[in-house]
């Protein structure tokens, strides 16, 4: 029985499935009319799924086989300026492809939503998981969720198209599993109605503000800017926009997640999730599939009589500023767990941002940084153990430098 | 052409912070920023319409024995001098209206 015809009946449906197959599930349940793919390690096999569903006549949307991440990109441009609904997914040297068109879709405010594989970068060489090409975007202006689960890819990405689709926010979605782990990690998946999905997420309205459209005759995207005449205060109120967007995201997404828990039964933790912090002395800060493996690192510390938790972003853009200060003014230490570095800073991406965070809490408290999962390394819960321990230790006045945690695996 | 004809499109209702979006129509024309005008040389052209084909914002128009330019569009690119198999086009710096 195919996956689609599992979800069409009415009684709760699950399948066994990887990642990649449960975000293409989503999005055959999100009725996309176009689909523009490329494929490329170790997303290929979410678009191959979505062009099976295509070919099956599962999943009636036009596919476009293009030449590259950059034509990916501007084609589904045209297709949203059109009033289409557009999926694409890419990673890696993929999204360094597509950079160009990229920074240019939230500017135009295309609800767009695009899986984000992530993939570590090159050099050296390599085809495996870690989150240095999210984090390399971090500033591109799209929306970022990252997923724990393999059941949290689906539920996402149909939410993504609420969240991108709504007026108060009007901007691309990135939902980003982890290569490899969640890729092609196989677990059973709870498939929602088709119906339900389709009452959830309404007729697409994607092009109300700016459209190709004879009926609507308009010049998209003019020459904005410079130093002259409205020039600056033009282009300082689309910007200034861009940023309310990205504010008001943060109350959408909440929404958008309660209301799919209501429907549907799973509650997912929308920006920060707090796990056994109520009366935990530290913390750490997880982001991604490696939060599982915290978890039972953190239960099994607790079992021994520590009072840790453990802090999980899921939204990382826009960055819930006040979700995590109220996490963070729980807790006297903090060991932040990045899946990328932050080249010159010497630490990762999410241990800067919690630091960052920190500032609005009032008080100062130790940290310490930990690298781990670059390319593919498998961060375990010994990996997080030891995590746990240094975190426990750390003080003020150490040598800040980062703890690599697969040094000598 | 028609198109052009008809009302604009009533952009009042959407948030002007949102998408940079253009929807009143300039009223420049090509030919008001053109540095270099095109004169055709009467005695040369033999009307075999090459101008016409290459000029990109077609402002070639038909006369009974010779070819004219829309000066309005014109915007003095000189692709029809280029073009021109007679060189009976010849481009005169444009020096004030």
Redesign the interface.
């Known amino acids: 029985m195919s996956t689609a015809a599992v979800a069409k009946s009415n009684k709760p449906a699950f399948v066994v499935c990887e990642g990649n197959e449960a975000a293409a599930i989503g999005v055959g349940l999100s009725r996309p009319d176009v689909v523009a793919v490329y494929p490329i390690t170790p997303q290929s096999s979410l678009v191959e799924h979505l062009s099976q569903m295509i070919a099956d006549g599962r999943l009636n949307a036009n596919l476009m086989n293009v030449e590259g991440e950059h034509a990916v990109l501007n084609g589904l441009q045209g297709v949203a300026l059109a009033g289409g609904r557009t999926f694409t997914a890419t990673c890696g040297p993929g999204i360094a492809f597509m950079f160009e068109p990229y920074v240019r879709t939230p500017g135009l405010r295309l609800p767009m939503v695009a899986s984000l594989v992530t993939r570590d970068l090159l050099s050296p060489q390599c085809v495996w998981g870690g989150q240095q090409d999210a984090m390399v975007v971090r500033e591109a202006g799209w929306i970022q969720m990252y997923c724990e689960t393999v059941q949290e890819i689906l539920d996402t990405t149909v939410m993504a198209y609420k969240i991108a689709e709504h007026r108060d926010v009007m901007l691309p979605v990135n939902v980003c599993h982890d290569g490899n782990y969640l890729s092609f990690g196989v677990t059973r998946v709870e498939l929602p109605d088709q119906q339900a999905v389709d009452e959830f997420l309404g007729p697409p309205n994607i092009n109300w503000h700016i459209a190709l459209d004879p009926e609507r005759p308009m010049g998209v995207d003019p020459l904005t800017g410079g130093a002259g005449g409205p020039g600056p205060r033009n282009f300082v109120r689309y910007r200034k926009g861009q940023c309310r967007g990205m504010q008001n995201a943060l109350r959408v997404i909440r929404e958008v997640h309660a209301t799919w828990g209501e429907r549907f039964g799973r509650y997912h933790a929308p920006l920060i999730e707090e796990y056994r912090l109520e009366d935990a002395d530290y913390a750490l800060v997880t982001i991604g599939s490696m939060t599982g493996a915290a978890k039972d690192a953190i239960d099994t510390a607790r079992e021994a009589g520590e009072r840790v938790g453990l802090i999980k972003v899921k939204t990382f853009r826009p960055f819930p500023l006040e979700a995590m200060a109220a996490a963070l003014g729980k807790v006297n230490r903090i060991g932040v767990v990045d899946r990328s570095v932050s080249f010159g800073w010497n630490s990762g991406p999410v241990y800067q941002e919690t630091l960052a965070a920190l500032y609005r809490t009032g008080k100062q408290i130790p940290a310490i940084s930990f690298i781990g999962g670059l390319a593919g390394a498998d961060i375990t819960p010994e990996h997080f153990a030891r995590a746990i321990a240094l975190t426990r230790e750390t003080q003020f006045g150490r040598a800040q430098e980062p703890v690599w945690l697969n040094e000598n695996d | 052409m028609q198109?052009q004809s008809r009302d604009?499109?009533d952009?009042s209702t959407?948030?002007?912070?949102?998408?940079?979006?253009?929807?009143v129509l300039s009223k420049m024309l090509p030919g008001d920023w053109r540095s270099l005008r095109p004169v055709i040389d009467r005695r040369k052209c033999v009307k075999c319409s090459l101008c016409w084909l290459y000029c990109p914002v077609q402002c070639v128009t038909e006369k009974p024995r010779w070819f004219e330019f829309d000066l309005a569009v014109c915007k003095g690119c000189g692709i029809c001098a280029q073009e021109c198999p007679q060189r009976a086009i010849s481009m005169v710096e444009e020096t004030g209206r």
Do not use: K
């Not at chain 2, 959407?14 to 929807?23: F, G, K, R, V, Y």
């Open positions: 198109r604009h499109f952009a959407i948030p002007d912070d949102l998408a940079p979006i253009a929807t």
